[in-house]
Nanobody, 127 residues
Framework: QVHLEESGGGLVQPGGSLRLSCRASGFTLDWYAIGWFRQAPGKEREGVSCISGSDRSTFHAESVNGRFTISRDNANNTVYLQMNSLEPGDTAVYYC????????????????????WGQGTQVTVSS
């Protein structure tokens, strides 16, 4: 049974850092690309970062580029999202999701390629 579980969210001051974890089970992690998405109140879910399962290519949305880093540890079935220089605009529920394909691909920020989602973890950036 495929399962994804996020952890590591919380309350942090502007300029601070958090590391989110996405623990995967029920499938071979390195066969799939994994994405991180976020959804703020009243807004649509948006793609943040993606890491391919094959060559581990990484992609980040322009809004977080240079501040967020995605990585994966296949031996521990975990994907991480290191978030630095956090801003109030980063406040959202963060989700990890499994892409149907090994590579992130051109549609990596769309929801359709992703077939399994975690329950999400809340990140709040506030002073």
């Amino acid at each position: 049974q495929v399962h994804l579980e996020e952890s590591g969210g919380g309350l942090v001051q502007p300029g601070g850092s958090l590391r989110l974890s996405c623990r995967a089970s029920g499938f071979t992690l390195d066969w799939y690309a994994i994405g991180w998405f976020r959804q703020a109140p009243g807004k649509e879910r948006e793609g943040v970062s993606c890491i391919s399962g094959s060559d581990r290519s990484t992609f980040h949305a322009e809004s977080v580029n240079g501040r967020f880093t995605i990585s994966r540890d296949n031996a521990n079935n975990t994907v991480y999202l290191q978030m630095n220089s956090l801003e109030p605009g980063d406040t959202a529920v963060y989700y990890c999701a499994r892409n149907r394909f090994t590579a992130c691909g051109g549609s990596r920020w769309d929801l359709d390629p992703y077939d399994y989602w975690g329950q999400g973890t809340q990140v709040t950036v506030s002073s």
